[in-house]
C-alpha cells in the first residue's frame, strides 16, 4: 500500500538552528500538508501546498517557517531559526482531490522535533 | 478557537460489547468529516469519513453518524477488539483555498478490556 515518508524520524536541534524536515508524499497525490501535534495536545493544521505555492496557512506558519517541493517527490518543511516552543511531532500528509471531491488525506510517520 | 471538540478524553469499553466516540463541530460551513487512529509515535490512520449528504457511512465493524442540525458525529465500533485501543481523532473540513485542511479534535484515548 502507498505510504507517505518522513525522515528523519527524530530530530533534535539547538534553539536559534535551522530544520529542514522531509516527506515524500505518495507519488501520484497532488495536495500536500503538514500538521503539527505538540505532546499532549491536538494535531493542528501548519500549511497546505498545490501546484508549487502555499494554498492556505495557519496563524503558527509565521515567517520563520517556509515549504518547498525542490523536485519531483520530496516536500520539506524548514523552520529557520527554531524556538523551544517549536518542539512536537510534524506530520506530512498528502490527498489527491478529484473535481474538488474530498478525499482522506494519508499522513506519515512523523519527525520528532526536539528544540533544546 | 476549538472548532470541533470530542469531550471524553478517555474511554473504556468490554471486548466485544459497541464503542462509542463523539464528536461535536461549530462551523457550519464543514462539508466532509473523517475519523482517524492513531497509535503512540506514529501519524493518524484513515478509518472512516463521510460526506456532509449523508447521514451514516458503515465500513466493516466501524460506522460513523453524522447529525448536522446537532453539529454532531459519532463513531461506533462494533464489537471491539484488543487492537482497537488507540487514540481517536475526529476531523472536519471544508474546502478552503482549493484544499481541504483538517480540523482535528482533542482525541478520545480508547481502551478495550480483554
Known amino acids: 500500500e502507498p505510504e507517505v515518508t518522513q525522515t528523519p524520524s527524530h530530530q533534535v536541534t539547538q534553539m536559534g538552528q535551522e530544520v529542514i524536515l522531509r516527506c515524500v508524499p505518495i507519488?501520484?497525490?497532488?495536495?500536500f500538508y503538514w500538521y503539527r501535534q505538540i505532546l499532549g495536545q491536538k494535531v493542528e493544521f501548519l500549511v497546505s501546498?498545490?501546484?508549487?505555492?502555499?494554498?492556505?496557512k495557519s496563524e503558527i506558519f509565521d515567517d520563520q517557517f517556509s515549504v518547498e517541493r525542490p523536485d519531483g517527490s520530496n516536500f520539506t518543511l524548514k523552520i529557520r531559526s527554531t524556538k523551544l516552543e517549536d518542539s512536537a511531532m510534524y506530520f506530512c500528509?498528502?490527498?489527491?482531490?478529484?473535481?474538488?471531491?474530498?478525499?482522506?488525506?494519508?499522513f506519515g510517520q512523523g519527525t520528532r522535533l526536539t528544540v533544546v | 478557537d476549538q472548532q470541533v471538540k470530542q469531550n471524553s478524553p478517555s474511554l473504556s469499553v468490554q471486548e466485544g460489547r459497541i464503542s462509542i466516540l463523539n464528536c461535536d463541530y461549530t462551523?457550519?460551513?464543514?462539508?466532509?468529516f473523517l475519523w482517524y487512529k492513531k497509535y503512540p509515535a506514529e501519524g493518524p490512520t484513515f478509518l472512516i469519513s463521510?460526506?456532509?449528504?449523508?447521514d451514516k457511512n458503515e465500513d466493516g465493524r466501524f460506522t460513523v453518524f453524522l447529525n448536522k442540525s446537532a453539529k454532531h458525529l459519532s463513531l461506533h465500533i462494533v464489537p471491539s477488539q484488543p487492537g482497537d485501543s488507540a487514540v481517536y481523532f475526529c476531523?472536519?473540513?471544508?474546502?478552503?483555498?482549493?484544499?481541504?485542511?483538517?480540523?482535528f479534535g482533542t482525541g478520545t484515548r480508547l481502551k478495550v478490556l480483554a
Open positions: 500528509a498528502s490527498d489527491n482531490l478529484v473535481a474538488g471531491d474530498p478525499t482522506e488525506a494519508f
Open positions: 507519488s501520484n497525490h497532488l495536495y
Open positions: 501546498f498545490y501546484n508549487n505555492e502555499i494554498s492556505e
Open positions: 462551523n457550519s460551513m464543514f462539508d466532509y
Open positions: 463521510i460526506s456532509s449528504i449523508k
Open positions: 476531523a472536519a473540513s471544508a474546502l478552503t483555498s482549493g484544499t481541504y485542511k483538517y480540523i
